[in-house]
């Protein structure tokens, strides 16, 4: 019996012992927090940041280094996806909240996790061969392997988020055949996979990744950043000292602000590509409100509850609405809608359209990405949306025009009602 035992205890170390080993790869973490932020110039340096905390909380440490990851890449031109893809990426390699982690080494404190303090990266089988004459583990945001390609052990170049960004671009990223389309990627799913793939080239990607690319694309505002918005791509130093003001998901209360605006359009398009038409109501149906499902199903109405339910919006209780009770209330009750004019709809707000008694087929209704051109008729209206459904080639959740959308329905007798969405009070 005492046999028996013994083997069981040693077989428990193994098995801890080995999962031990296979969890020192990459830094991987996760924290909670639904604040937008906006930008402004500042000439704040290196320490930005008053606390340790989650990367998605404004003020924190973390958050102004991936602040300033973010800057930069927009300098060199990248679409707000294609930022979004390399975030999502650094979120679980190196991570934002010291610049110079170690491989292995996971807390928050640069004496004990830090390579400009002097600490190791730990290293596995197969390890490159560094500078060292050794094995390296990696170090630093992009977890560089081996970390002396990037600095000695101790350099206090570890501690500068700005220079292993440079460092990115200048020894690889510049010269990239891919660098061209990689820039100008309009979905954040793709960007991820393609850094993964080209400049990560790790061997299978984890989709936590994807996840934290859509909330980087959320709370820095990726949908305002174009890939010819910035075409900086010089070698110099690219700092951009620009520190975030918080705009929380509840700030405003008439819904009909810049920032608001901006917050529903955004976490729309993180939606791109999800769930299967069916005209079925209900949450358990798109998996829930803070955890969509990619999987689930809903229809137009429902992919819009699910959008303003998530930003903090009124909305009522578990996706019972359709196309004919949105109208109703918008010009109405106005308990979860509020009719605007069509020369004062904008980015954010919502566009409805009813025929008959605008149940099922009878009815259509987006989300408006941009403002309403009021002056173009319903049938040539060019004004760009997101929507669920209202285009057959497209999967899932997919951007498109309200005339190319919507035509079946304003070809016919027909009411449109654009609305602004109400806050919570």
């Known amino acids: 019996m005492k046999n028996i035992i013994l083997k069981i205890a040693l077989l ?16 991987n ?24 905390g989650s990367w998605e909380k404004e003020g924190t440490k973390a958050h102004a280094n991936a602040q300033k990851i973010w800057n930069f890449w927009k300098k060199k031109g990248f679409s707000g996806s294609a930022i979004a893809g390399i975030m999502g990426n650094v979120a ?16 928050s404190n640069e004496k004990e996790n830090g390579i400009s303090e002097g600490v190791v990266p730990s290293v596995g089988s197969g390890y490159p061969v560094g500078k060292t004459g050794q094995p390296e583990g990696g170090g630093g945001h992009y977890q560089f392997t081996p970390y002396s ?3 000695d052990l101790g350099s206090s170049d570890w501690k500068s988020t700005e220079k292993q960004c440079q460092f990115v671009w200048d020894s690889e990223v510049k010269n990239a055949k891919w660098l061209d389309s990689y820039k100008k990627i ?13 400049y990560e080239r790790g ?11 859509k909330k980087a694309y959320e709370i820095f505002g990726g949908s305002n950043v ?24 509840n700030s405003s209360s008439s819904g009909g602000d810049n920032v608001s605006a901006g917050k529903i359009v955004d976490f729309a398009k993180t939606l791109k590509g999800y769930f299967t038409y069916v005209q079925v109501h209900g949450e358990k149906y798109i998996g829930s409100v803070n955890s969509p499902d990619k999987n689930g199903t809903t229809d137009c109405s429902g992919f819009v509850w699910l959008v303003l339910a998530h930003e903090g919006y009124s909305v009522p209780k578990d996706m019972q609405w359709f196309t004919k009770t949105m109208e109703d209330d918008a010009k109405g009750k106005h308990q979860y809608l509020k009719e605007v004019k069509p ?18 087929d009878e009815g259509h209704t987006a989300i408006l990405t941009e403002d309403w051109k009021s002056k173009e008729s319903d049938t040539q209206n060019t004004t760009k949306i997101i929507q669920m459904g209202g285009d057959p080639s497209a999967n899932g959740v997919n951007e498109s025009t309200f005339s190319y959308s919507f035509l079946s329905l304003v070809q016919n007798t027909h009411t449109i009602t654009l609305a602004r969405a109400v806050e919570k009070k």
Do not use: Q
């Not at 428990?12 to 830094?27: D, E, K, M, R």
């Not at 973490?29 to 940041?49: A, H, K, L």
């Not at 061997?203 to 690319?213: D, F, H, I, Q, R």
């Open 343 to 360: 020369e004062e709809a904008k980015a954010g707000d919502i566009v409805i359209v009813n025929t008959g008694g605008g149940s099922g």
């Open 226 to 249: 174009g890939p010819s918005d910035n075409d900086d791509t010089d070698d110099g130093d690219n700092t951009d000292n620009t520190t975030t003001s918080n705009a929380c998901y």
């Open 29 to 52: 973490f996760e924290n909670g927090s639904r604040c937008m932020t906006s930008t402004s110039s500042s000439d704040s340096g290196d320490d930005n940041g008053t606390a340790d």
């Open 203 to 213: 061997a299978s990607l984890n989709p936590e990744k994807v996840t934290s690319g």
């Open 149 to 151: 390609k990037f600095a």
């Open 12 to 27: 428990l170390v193994v098995v801890l012992g080995f999962a031990s080993l296979t969890t020192t790869t990459h830094a």
């Open 92 to 107: 679980h390699e190196g991570n934002f909240d010291i610049p110079d982690r170690a491989e292995g080494h996971y807390g």
């Open 186 to 198: 309009d979905t954040v799913d793709e960007a991820v996979a393609k850094w993964f793939s080209l």
